[in-house]
């Protein structure tokens, strides 16, 4: 089993910066795509980033393309979520997850089988 931990979230305001992480434990880290989701009160859990095993290649949601990025050292099996030009609709839970499936479908919330407990990121007008 991959156990995931997220941490770096905060009450910030809008064109300020957060650095998430997500620590794992186990020695399996590298062989799985790591995404990045959210959900806000009332609305789906939705993707928002994910990084290739070897941390080579990247995939964002328009809405946070040029703003976030998306990072993994699997030295500390650990994966990154920098996020600039925060907005208030940035407000949410942020998710790491493992997926072991596909990079065609890093997208998919339901292809990831390991989830983090959430951390949350509350951005101010």
């Known amino acids: 089993q991959v156990h995931l931990v997220a941490s770096g979230g905060g009450l910030v305001q809008a064109g300020d910066s957060l650095r998430l992480s997500c620590a794992t434990s186990?020695?399996?880290?590298?062989?799985?795509?790591m995404g990045w989701f959210r959900q806000a009160p009332g609305k789906e859990r939705e993707f928002v980033a994910a990084?290739?095993?070897?941390?080579?290649?990247?995939y964002y949601e328009d809405s946070v393309k040029g703003r976030f990025t998306v990072s993994r050292d699997n030295a500390r099996n650990t994966v990154y979520l920098e996020m600039n030009s925060l907005k208030p609709e940035d407000t949410a839970v942020y998710y790491c997850?493992?997926?072991?499936?596909?990079?065609?479908?890093?997208?998919?919330?339901?292809?990831?089988?390991?989830w983090g407990q959430g951390t949350q990121v509350t951005v101010s007008s």
């Open positions: 997850a493992a997926n072991s499936y596909s990079w065609d479908a890093a997208f998919r919330t339901n292809l990831y089988a390991y």
């Open positions: 186990g020695r399996t880290f590298s062989t799985y795509i």
């Open positions: 990084v290739s095993r070897n941390g080579g290649t990247t």
